[in-house]
Nanobody, 126 residues
Framework: QVYLVESGGGLVQAGGSLRLSCTTS????????MAWFRQAPGKEREFVAS???????????NYAESVKGRFAISRNRAENMLFLEMSSLQTESTALYYC????????????????WGQGTQVTVAS
């Protein structure tokens, strides 16, 4: 079992930036396909960004249209961590953000996710 743990959430002013982190103990995430999803109150869980392992140390990234140019997904393999750097945050970004991992490539739906983190809350104040 892969126990994903997110951190870095909190309260931020509109226009500000925040970095979320995801990690696990006991195994390497380097060959897992990883992604971030988010869910706002009363809404469906939605895709944010993915980092799919292609081979060796190469990854392919993908972003939801709503966050392109503002969010960036990245990895620090040495520290076994996944990041989501968020900038130009707006109130619409307020949600519970989840880290996800899978043994197969992840698209923009949650159907292929094998493991979920507990989530970290991001609240953007106006």
């Amino acid at each position: 079992q892969v126990y994903l743990v997110e951190s870095g959430g909190g309260l931020v002013q509109a226009g500000g930036s925040l970095r979320l982190s995801c990690t696990t103990s006991g195994r390497s995430l380097s060959r897992y396909h990883m992604a971030w999803f988010r869910q706002a109150p009363g809404k469906e869980r939605e895709f944010v960004a993915s980092s799919n392992w292609i081979g060796s140390n190469v990854y392919s990234t993908n972003y939801a249209e709503s966050v392109k140019g503002r969010f960036a997904i990245s990895r620090n393999r040495a520290e076994n961590m996944l990041f989501l750097e968020m900038s130009s945050l707006q109130t619409e970004s307020t949600a519970l953000y989840y880290c996800a991992a899978a043994s197969s490539r992840l698209g923009e739906t949650s159907s292929g996710v094998d493991y979920w983190g507990q989530g970290t809350q991001v609240t953007v104040a106006s």
